[in-house]
């Protein structure tokens, strides 16, 4: 009897150390972006509002852009399966070949994966990729 107590005991214990796990995970914040502005090569902007796609090649609008990004942190808000409609899908290519892909939704709003996620601490500069996106 003491046996089969002290199983269930153990189970019970794992499955509550993976629910604090979990719970941990989600509301952890995560960092938006960590890289060096110095090995990107170009950055792809789609403004998803008006259809244009722009290339960002000078150094000084990369920088402001990857400075943005790098300074921003995200909190987990819910799972999505699919999603319509951003106002940036951003692509960062790397001199290393490595491609970094971002979808903005709003200044407190990205697209992790399959992650909704809130920025924490900072706002994507909206802004400014509108500005660089912008119908002459």
């Not at 899908?89 to 970094?100: A, L, Q, T, Y």
């Amino acid at each position: 009897m003491t046996s089969i107590k002290f199983k269930v005991g153990i189970g019970l214990a794992a499955v509550l150390v993976l629910i604090i796990a979990a719970i941990v995970w989600w509301k952890y914040p995560t960092q938006l972006l960590k890289i060096d502005v110095n090995e990107v090569v170009r950055i792809e902007l789609f403004n998803g509002n008006t259809g244009m796609l722009v290339e960002v090649s000078d150094y000084e609008q990369i920088e402001k852009i990857v400075s943005n990004l790098n300074g921003i942190s995200l909190v987990k808000d819910k799972f999505v399966k699919e999603f319509t409609g951003f106002a940036f899908s951003i692509k960062i290519f790397m001199n290393s070949g490595e491609i970094h892909t971002l979808t903005i939704l709003s200044t407190n709003k990205v697209l992790d994966g399959s992650f909704l996620c809130k920025t924490k601490n900072a706002a994507v500069d909206t802004e400014s990729l509108y500005d660089l996106t912008a119908r002459d």
